[in-house]
């Protein structure tokens, strides 16, 4: 099974702060990689597909990246409304596993 | 709009059985992948069982393997997570997801989530 890892595995930051976190696969998955934010009580909401494009609905604020097993979801100015829980989800093999996932904190 | 509704959550005994149902509505059901994913309290997301647009093909993670069962009725426009001999490390709050196409992708609309708990 392919093997998800996330760092760190929470970051604390202000609103306008710049915020990266990274997703390691344990083997090549190409692109086939989303990012998922969720708030607490609520379902994930996809943010990012294939990598780096940006789903529908989702604010302008995020980008993802690749560099070869490694993943980078960034959020260029952080917002209120961005203070929640980030995973990665591996979609090349099955089982398509999960991140453990990272928290965006309030500083 | 997409809707996805599930239910049959609730208290099961270990060794239990459990059937949640996943409804669908505002898209065409018959072109897309499902997915069930599940989250115990307090813990990340665990992806447990994917079904493609047709059936044709369908996978577990290695933990559900042998107990639990997906299936998808393209008629009715529902999914279905047979669940067997439950453990109490099953319990979680259980999503119903749609796939961004038909083979297994990732998951774009969710449901509210039904909520399990293995417990004596």
């Known amino acids: 099974d392919i093997q998800m890892t996330q760092s760190p595995s929470s970051v604390s930051a202000s609103v306008g702060d710049r915020v990266t976190i990274t997703c390691r696969a344990s083997q090549g998955i190409s692109t086939w990689l989303g990012w998922y934010q969720q708030k607490p009580g609520k379902a994930p909401k996809l943010l990012i597909y294939?990598?780096?494009g940006l789903q529908s609905g989702a604010p302008s604020r995020f980008s993802g990246s690749r560099s070869g097993t490694d993943f980078t979801l960034t959020i260029s100015s952080l917002q209120p409304e961005d203070f929640a829980t980030y995973y990665c989800?591996?979609?090349?093999?099955?089982?398509?596993?999960f991140g453990p996932g990272t928290t965006v904190e309030i500083k | 709009q997409v809707q996805l509704v599930e239910s049959g959550g609730g208290v099961v005994r270990p060794g239990g059985s459990l059937t949640l149902s996943c409804a669908a509505s505002?898209?065409?059901?018959?072109?897309?992948?499902m997915h069930w994913v599940r989250q115990a309290p307090g813990k990340g997301l665990e992806w447990v069982a994917f079904m493609s647009y047709d059936g044709s093909k369908y996978s577990y993670a290695d933990s559900m393997k042998g107990r639990f069962t997906i299936s998808r009725d393209n008629f009715q426009n529902t999914m279905t997570l047979q669940m067997n001999s439950l453990r109490p490390e099953d319990t979680a709050v259980y999503y119903c997801?749609?796939?961004?196409?038909?083979?297994?992708?990732?998951?774009?609309?969710w449901g509210q989530g039904t909520l399990v708990t293995v417990s004596s």
């Open positions: 294939a990598a780096s």
């Open positions: 505002g898209f065409t059901f018959s072109n897309h992948a």
């Open positions: 997801a749609r796939d961004l196409g038909r083979f297994g992708e990732l998951c774009d609309y």
């Open positions: 989800q591996q979609a090349h093999t099955p089982p398509f596993t």
